[in-house]
């Protein structure tokens, strides 16, 4: 069975500075894949790069092919808006609209998307997604509040909301627990176990023990030097990376030797 996402040759760029070098992977639907490694290493330029996230900074570029379903999204009269659109990207720091009330945040996507909707299908869409979030019994009686109002943890379950309420294919997600306290994170760790039978999951995360829990499978990223570009150093399930990597780079980033 060909793989959901295929990366091919892949070099990142902002202006002239090659950011990241020579990136080979393959993802497989229904999966979680962690992508680890030191900070300043690459993994959330290359995260942007998967949904055409990157171009958006003046300058940023890609070259060789990002292919999702066969389709190279970096093709001629391929629409960055649509892919952005098939491929979510939760952030780093929960971002709920603060002039926004819960149900709005929730159909943000939809609205940017300029889908005309009946108030009872809007309805539905918010129920559903708040469902797929784990929020809605906790939310359901005060939808018309302001989603700044949650706490840490439900802000950014609202934001998976607004995410999957557009019914993306792949969801991205950039550090997402890392604003998080314990138990929050537990949350939304549990949340991603469901999603991903309904998802494709990528997500970087510093919490090697999170990429542990989580993930299928693990991609570690590394930097010779700095301002040296950064790479891919292996991927593979997540029990081989942890407890026996090819690369001895891997090897002493997992066991505290560095980073």
Not at 95 to 107: D, G, K, R, Y
Not at 122 to 142: P, T
Not at 156 to 162: D, E, F, G
Not at 201 to 215: D, E, G, P
């Amino acid at each position: 069975m060909s793989p959901l996402i295929e990366v091919v040759n892949e070099n990142i760029y902002y202006g002239n500075f090659l950011a990241v070098k020579d990136v080979n992977m393959e993802i497989e639907e229904h999966t979680i894949t962690a992508l680890i490694g030191p900070s300043g290493c690459g993994k959330s330029t290359f995260l942007r790069t998967l949904n055409r996230m990157h171009e958006v900074i003046p300058g940023a570029r890609v070259e060789g092919e990002v292919k999702v379903e066969g389709v190279n999204l970096y093709g001629a009269g391929v629409d960055p808006v649509q892919v952005r659109r098939k491929i979510g990207m939760v952030f780093q720091r929960p971002n709920p609209f603060p002039t926004m009330s819960i149900a709005e945040n929730v159909l943000a996507g939809i609205k940017l998307n300029r889908r005309r909707i009946s108030k009872s299908e809007q309805d539905e869409i918010v129920e559903k997604a708040l469902r797929g979030a784990n929020l809605w019994n906790e939310v359901k009686d005060r939808l018309e509040k302001p989603g700044s109002a949650l706490s840490g943890g439900q802000q950014q379950r609202l934001c998976i909301a607004r995410t999957i309420a557009v019914k993306p294919d792949i969801i991205l997600m950039d550090e997402p627990c890392s604003a998080l306290d314990p138990i929050s994170t537990l949350a939304v760790e549990d949340l991603m176990q469901e999603l991903k039978s309904e998802y494709t999951i990528v997500i970087v995360t510093h919490n090697m023990q999170q990429a542990a829990r989580v993930s299928d499978r693990t991609g570690f990223f590394n930097l010779e030097a700095q301002g040296k570009p950064g790479q891919l150093v292996e991927i593979d399930d997540t029990s081989v990376i942890f407890e026996n990597p090819s690369q001895k780079a891997t090897e002493d980033y997992i066991s505290g030797r560095f980073g």
